[in-house]
C-alpha cells in the first residue's frame, strides 16, 4: 500500500507512519514543514506547506497513493481564535485540498479528527450519533469531518481521544498538562518518577472524563480502515473505557510503578484558563465505538492494557506486536 500520511512528524502522524511503515510495510510519504527530521526511518519527506493547494495537489498526483491520513493540524487553540482565517485555511480548506487530490488520485482519504465534535454532555457518543461542538476547534474539526465525507469519494473520518503514548518523530513532548487528555500520561510520568508531587487539574471548566487511547493503537485502528475497501464513513479510534483525569493517573503511576500518593487534586492553571480566549471545554467527552468494532473487527483495548503497552514502547523503544494478528 502507498500511503501519503500529512502531519507526520506530529504525535499521532509519527504513530501512522511507524505504523504504517515499519508493522505494515506501506510505502509512506510524508509532507513535512516547520520540523524536518534529520534521517527519516522508512519513509521519505518533502517540503511542502499544506495551504499551498496547487503544490499539495500536484505533490499527491506525483506520489499517487492509494489511501491519504490527513493528520496535520495547526495545534493551537489559542492562535485558532486569534488568527480565525488562517484557522480556516487550516483546517477547512486543507481537508478539501486533500480530498480533491485523494478523488484525483483514485485514493482513500482518512481524517484524523476528535472527541471534542461532542459537546461535554453527549457522554458515550458512538459513530452515529450527531457532533454537537462547544468551541472554535470542535467546529473546524466537525466541518473538516463533512468536508471529507462530502467531498472525497471513498471517504473515513477516523476520531481519536484522549491520546496517550510515544512521539516517534521528536524528542520533546509539545506540551505539559492542559484543560484536555493529550500527553496527559508522559506529563504525570515526568513528574512522578522523579518523586515530585503532580497537582491533577479537576473542575467544571476542562475535560473531566474521555476515552483514553494509545496512539500507536489508534494508528493501527486506522491502518484496519485503510486496508478495508468496504470501511468508510465514521470511526471511533479510541480505548474502550472512559476514565476520569485522576483515576488515569493512578492507574498510569501503577502501571509505571511509581508512588500515587505524589498525585494530588489541584484547580486549572489560572494563567493556561486565561490564554485560551473564552473558549468553553467540553466536560465529558467519552465515545463509544460499536461501528468500529463491527466494520474492522476491532476491539478496543482497555486503559490498563493501553498503559502497560504505552510502557513497553517506552522501554524498547519500538512499537509492540499488534493485538489485531496483522
Ligand atoms: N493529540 C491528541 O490528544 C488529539 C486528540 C484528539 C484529536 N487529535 C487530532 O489528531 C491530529 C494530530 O494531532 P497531533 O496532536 O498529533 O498534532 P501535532 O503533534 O501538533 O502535529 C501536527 C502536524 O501538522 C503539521 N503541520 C501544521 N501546519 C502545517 C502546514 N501548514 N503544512 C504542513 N504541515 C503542517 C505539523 O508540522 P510542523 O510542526 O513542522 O509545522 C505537525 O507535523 C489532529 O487532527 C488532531 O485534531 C489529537
Known amino acids: 500500500?502507498?500511503?501519503?500520511?500529512?502531519?507526520?512528524?506530529?504525535?499521532?502522524?509519527?504513530n501512522i507512519v511507524k505504523v504504517f511503515a515499519?508493522?505494515?510495510?506501506?510505502?509512506?510519504?510524508?509532507?513535512?514543514?516547520?520540523?524536518?527530521?534529520?534521517?527519516?526511518?522508512?519513509?521519505?519527506?518533502?517540503?511542502?506547506?499544506?495551504?499551498?493547494?496547487?503544490?499539495?495537489?500536484?505533490?499527491?498526483?506525483?506520489?499517487?497513493?492509494?489511501?491519504?491520513?490527513?493528520?496535520?493540524?495547526?495545534n493551537d487553540l489559542d492562535g485558532i481564535y486569534a488568527r480565525r482565517e488562517l484557522a480556516w485555511r487550516s483546517y477547512v480548506d486543507a481537508t478539501l485540498t486533500m480530498a480533491e487530490a485523494a478523488n484525483r488520485a483514485g485514493a482513500k482519504l482518512i481524517v484524523v479528527s476528535t472527541d471534542w465534535v461532542f459537546d461535554g454532555t453527549q457522554a458515550g457518543a458512538d459513530e452515529h450519533t450527531p457532533p454537537n461542538p462547544v468551541n472554535y476547534y470542535g467546529v473546524l474539526k466537525a466541518l473538516s469531518?463533512?468536508?471529507?465525507?462530502?467531498?472525497?469519494?471513498?471517504?473515513?473520518?477516523?476520531?481519536?481521544?484522549?491520546?496517550?503514548?510515544?512521539?516517534?518523530?521528536?524528542?520533546?513532548?509539545?506540551?505539559?498538562?492542559?484543560?484536555?487528555?493529550?500527553?496527559?500520561?508522559?506529563?504525570?510520568?515526568?513528574?512522578?518518577?522523579?518523586?515530585?508531587?503532580?497537582?491533577?487539574?479537576?473542575?467544571?471548566?476542562?475535560?473531566?472524563?474521555?476515552?483514553?487511547?494509545?496512539?500507536?493503537?489508534?494508528?493501527?485502528?486506522?491502518?484496519?480502515?485503510?486496508?478495508?475497501?468496504?470501511?468508510?464513513?465514521?470511526?471511533?479510534?479510541?480505548?474502550?473505557?472512559?476514565?476520569?483525569?485522576?483515576?488515569?493517573?493512578?492507574?498510569?503511576?501503577?502501571?509505571?510503578?511509581?508512588?500515587?500518593?505524589?498525585?494530588?487534586?489541584?484547580?486549572p492553571d489560572s494563567e493556561m484558563m486565561s490564554s485560551m480566549a473564552g473558549a468553553r471545554i467540553p466536560y465529558d467527552t467519552t465515545i463509544r465505538t460499536p461501528r468500529t468494532t463491527e466494520i474492522l473487527d476491532y476491539e478496543p483495548l482497555g486503559t490498563r492494557e493501553l498503559l502497560d503497552r504505552f510502557k513497553q514502547e517506552l522501554e524498547s523503544g519500538d512499537l509492540v506486536p499488534p493485538t489485531t494478528g496483522g
Open 145 to 267: 469531518e463533512q468536508a471529507a465525507l462530502l467531498q472525497a469519494h471513498r471517504a473515513a473520518v477516523a476520531r481519536v481521544s484522549a491520546v496517550n503514548g510515544v512521539h516517534w518523530a521528536r524528542d520533546e513532548m509539545p506540551r505539559g498538562q492542559d484543560p484536555g487528555y493529550g500527553y496527559f500520561v508522559t506529563t504525570v510520568l515526568d513528574a512522578v518518577s522523579q518523586g515530585q508531587p503532580f497537582g491533577v487539574w479537576e473542575g467544571d471548566d476542562i475535560n473531566m472524563a474521555a476515552t483514553p487511547s494509545l496512539a500507536s493503537e489508534c494508528a493501527e485502528t486506522m491502518w484496519l480502515i485503510a486496508a478495508n475497501d468496504d470501511a468508510d464513513g465514521i470511526f471511533h479510534c479510541c480505548g474502550a473505557e472512559p476514565a476520569g483525569r485522576m483515576e488515569l493517573a493512578r492507574l498510569a503511576c501503577e502501571v509505571f510503578g511509581h508512588d500515587p500518593s505524589l498525585l494530588r487534586s489541584v484547580p
Open 1 to 14: 500500500m502507498r500511503a501519503y500520511v500529512t502531519g507526520g512528524t506530529g504525535f499521532i502522524g509519527s
Open 22 to 74: 515499519e508493522r505494515h510495510g506501506a510505502t509512506v510519504h510524508c509532507p513535512v514543514h516547520s520540523f524536518v527530521p534529520d534521517n527519516p526511518q522508512g519513509y521519505t519527506t518533502e517540503p511542502l506547506d499544506l495551504l499551498d493547494a496547487d503544490a499539495v495537489l500536484s505533490s499527491v498526483a506525483q506520489f499517487d497513493p492509494d489511501v491519504i491520513v490527513h493528520s496535520m493540524i495547526l
